[in-house]
């Protein structure tokens, strides 16, 4: 049997994570809340794991969340997927913390509700099988608490939108790398381009005639 190792690299939250599976089994793996220094830290904890995190796939968080931790996951890696012929693909945050909550809590529907940006929240809803449900948007938090129906809810928001909801039950999960088996075979992107969840806040100027 050829062995089969994926790398994992999830750095688009608060937290920075690496994980290296080798036919499905973790091999080995590292967490950390950052909060800032994703650049610095993401390098040294892939050169860490065995064989230096050598694989044939690498699996990268997309997003949405820090636009920096995206981008610094994203490049390392296609350039570490350049340097070693090896395939990527990517997967949601969101389709991430709402795995690892039906992991902790069975299956059952989940909606997830992470911090966006200028005062917004990611929200998003997930099925019992890990589908979507509702479609990623970044909404004001009254506006997301509204959408928002599922009874469990999971993510950095959730405790608040529950308790402006008045009814429900949290889940306080934060991406991690090492829980990549729990994400349903779907959630794999081919396409490893970012996912922001918003449009730029830069706009182009308007040409006038």
């Known amino acids: 049997m050829i062995s089969q190792r994926t790398l994992v690299i999830d750095s688009a939250s608060e937290a920075c994570s690496v994980a ?29 794991l065995p064989g230096r995190g050598r694989a044939t796939r690498i699996a990268v968080a997309l997003g949405p969340g820090s636009f920096t931790g995206v981008r610094v996951g994203l490049a390392a890696a296609r350039a570490l997927a350049l340097a070693w012929g090896a395939k990527t693909c990517g997967y949601s945050t969101l389709a991430m913390i709402a795995a690892m909550a039906r992991g ?11 911090t966006g940006g200028h005062g917004e929240w990611f929200v998003e809803g997930f099925d019992a099988q890990g589908a979507t449900t509702r479609a990623l948007a970044s909404l004001p938090p009254e506006q997301a608490t509204a959408v928002t129906a599922e009874a469990l809810v999971a993510g950095s928001q959730a405790r608040s939108l529950v308790h402006a909801r008045g009814t429900g039950r949290t889940i306080d999960v934060m991406p991690d790398a090492r829980a990549f088996p ?28």
């Open 104 to 114: 902790e809590a069975g299956a059952q529907p989940v909606g997830v509700a992470v």
């Open 20 to 48: 290296l599976f080798e036919n499905g089994k973790l091999v080995a793996g590292e967490f950390r809340v950052l909060g800032r220094g994703h650049a610095e830290a993401l390098v040294p904890m892939i050169s860490a």
């Open 182 to 209: 729990l994400l349903p075979a779907g959630a794999l992107l081919e396409d490893d381009r970012p996912l922001y969840g918003r449009a730029p806040d830069a706009k182009l100027p308007t040409r006038t005639t």
